[in-house]
């Protein structure tokens, strides 16, 4: 796979690697036209929005096997899929993201001033 870009227009980091994130488990938000759910937010989960998300239909906290998906807690790093994301935004439970490992294909649903408005600071 050819390196993917970040929304920021550097190179794309990693998300998480415990537990692996991303389409393809390799701990980047990476995609292709395989992947039609656009997993290529990077965020970090929250209680609140883990609440949500399983209220739509898709439980992020129970692990399942079948698809090596560990289940999430508060704190987890995940790769999103942009649409969901975009939708806990608009409906005030998106979680915050890390810009350096969110793919720039995101910008494609997801206006770059809702990313930085969420965006996580890191303290240094």
């Given amino acids: 796979m050819s390196e993917q870009k970040n929304v920021l227009g550097g190179i794309l980091k990693p998300c998480c690697l415990e537990p692996k994130t991303g389409f393809y488990r390799d701990g980047f938000c990476r995609t292709d036209n395989h992947d039609h759910g ?37 704190g987890d790093k995940w790769c999103l ?27 494609q649903v997801v206006k770059k001033e809702y990313l930085l408005e969420k965006a996580h600071s890191v303290e240094v």
């Fill in 81 to 107: 899929c942009a649409l969901r994301w975009l939708e806990a935004y608009q409906n005030g439970v998106a979680p915050e993201v890390v810009l350096e490992s969110t793919n720039e294909k995101t910008l």
């Fill in 38 to 74: 656009l997993h290529v937010v990077c965020a970090i989960m929250t209680k609140e929005f883990l609440e949500y998300t399983a209220s739509r239909g898709n439980d992020l906290s129970t692990p399942n096997l079948l698809f090596d998906f560990p289940g999430l807690k508060p």
